[in-house]
Nanobody
Framework: QVQLVESGGGLVQAGGSLRLSCAASGSIVIINTMGWYRQAPGKQRELVAAITRGGKTTYADSVKGRFTISRDNGKNTLYLQMNSLKPEDTAVYSC???????????????WGQGTQVTVSS
């Protein structure tokens, strides 16, 4: 069994910062690309940022220069540092990991339960 557990969401004023974490645990063989997605009410889920195992990063245009994605491969943990937050960043943020596990020997997508980020104006 594999779990992705997010933490760090909450309520913050515009211009503030939050740091999200996502810890993966269970029968993991290797974690390849990891990413943060978000979904606001009435909108489709969108990719916020992604990072390969080797550290190559990709960002949505809307968060470039404000958000930083990083990971600790030794701890199987993903991070998202969010600075200069705006009300339009309000959404449920979910962690995604493409993993090979001891029970699924081909790469599969795994998701966390999501954490709410609310930015007040």
């Amino acid at each position: 069994q594999v779990q992705l557990v997010e933490s760090g969401g909450g309520l913050v004023q515009a211009g503030g910062s939050l740091r999200l974490s996502c810890a993966a645990s269970g029968s993991i063989v290797i974690i390849n690309t990891m990413g943060w997605y978000r979904q606001a009410p009435g909108k489709q889920r969108e990719l916020v940022a992604a990072i390969t195992r080797g550290g190559k990063t990709t960002y949505a245009d809307s968060v470039k220069g404000r958000f930083t994605i990083s990971r600790d491969n030794g701890k199987n943990t993903l991070y998202l540092q969010m600075n200069s937050l705006k009300p339009e960043d309000t959404a449920v943020y979910s962690c995604n990991a493409r993993m090979i596990t001891t029970t699924q020997l081909r790469e599969h997508d795994y998701w966390g339960q999501g954490t709410q980020v609310t930015v007040s104006s």
